[in-house]
């Protein structure tokens, strides 16, 4: 039986609540009914919109948090979008200026400018859960102070957005990391490292590349004397 627990940040959140960072191919977001609830509730429930990325791979967990599986390797995770009959969602929501707003970032940095979400759909993307400040208002009784002297709560809501990096937006060079993994590394040492490097492990026409011999082609190393090195550029020309 495990020990006891006697704090309460000690407490475990469940492995894809605990998603810290995650990879995949983005699909077309939908909209769909909120979720269901047997008690009373303050707000009209909000329609949800569901995200969905395929040939996932989980980057990051809090600290301390196992790695969940994930099925078929899909990541798919949901944010408030707008009330039943309600056309659009609202500009105060994390879904415009979390979700949106970093699309189109992500979708400039490729060279999209002007572009957004529907740029950035069917590419690979990583997404990162983020803190995002939604809106302030005066705390209760601060209504009918003088501006300057009210005081505000700020509202913030947290869950992923795009993210941009040094490999081109988000967008990863998997044969570039491949070829930083395979070069110095014996044949056995490239192929474990493969396995359990977070981007590549779902990627197995790497190992089986080494394996048959086509790896020299596919990313321009080469053994020599049992070691992976870059093959050598031809010198001078004809």
């Known amino acids: 039986m495990s020990d006891l627990?006697?704090?309460?940040?000690?407490?475990t959140k469940g492995g894809f609540q605990a998603v810290v960072m995650v990879e995949g191919v983005l699909n077309?977001?939908?909209?769909?009914?909120?979720?269901?609830?047997?008690?009373?509730?303050?707000?009209?429930?909000?329609?949800?919109?569901?995200?969905?990325?395929?040939?996932?791979?989980?980057?990051?967990?809090?600290?301390?948090e196992p790695e969940p599986d994930l099925e078929n390797s899909q990541f798919r995770f949901w944010m408030n979008y707008a009330g039943k009959g309600k056309e659009k969602a609202h500009t105060n929501t994390f879904y415009v200026q979390g979700f949106l707003t970093s699309a189109e970032k992500l979708a400039e940095a490729r060279g999209t400018k002007g572009g957004g979400l529907a740029d950035i759909i069917g590419t690979r993307v990583i997404l990162r859960k983020t803190d995002v400040f939604l809106f302030k208002r005066p705390k209760d009784g601060q209504q009918d102070a003088p501006k300057e002297e009210r005081e505000y709560e700020e509202f913030y809501q947290t869950n992923f957005t795009f993210q941009?990096?040094?490999?081109?937006?988000?967008?990863?060079?998997?044969?570039?990391?491949?070829?930083?993994?395979?070069v110095g590394k014996s044949k056995a040492m490239a192929i474990r490292d493969l396995t359990i490097d977070q981007r590549l492990k779902t990627h197995p026409e790497y190992k089986q590349a080494i394996a048959d011999g086509s790896i020299t082609d596919m990313l321009g190393v080469e053994l020599v004397n049992g070691i992976y090195k870059e093959v050598a550029s031809e010198a001078?020309?004809?």
């Open 236 to 238: 001078g020309g004809s």
């Open 5 to 11: 627990i006697f704090r309460s940040d000690e407490a």
């Open 28 to 64: 077309p977001p939908q909209r769909v009914d909120p979720w269901k609830s047997t008690g009373e509730q303050k707000y009209e429930p909000k329609d949800r919109v569901e995200v969905t990325l395929d040939d996932a791979i989980i980057l990051e967990m809090e600290e301390g």
């Open 164 to 182: 941009t990096d040094d490999s081109g937006g988000g967008a990863v060079d998997l044969d570039a990391q491949a070829k930083s993994i395979v």
